[in-house]
């Protein structure tokens, strides 16, 4: 099964998915082709240009990517 994600890079995008309270999930590369799941998602409670707030936890925005699925037929955030 495939699935279809909009990576969150931007501070309006990431203002976005907190409002709309969907659910993001964090993850790591751990290389050129391969990444870690670090944590399965929450919603986004807070965020500064340093970090990001899901879940009760913070995270580093320079070492962390953060996604949110999005159907095919849907232009995503």
Known sequence: MNHTYKVLKSDVELFAAALSQVKVYV??????????VIDYGGTVEMFSPNSVKIAGTYYIRNQFEFRIEVNEDSAGM
């Open 27 to 36: 993850v790591q590369s751990l290389g050129e082709d391969f990444i870690s």
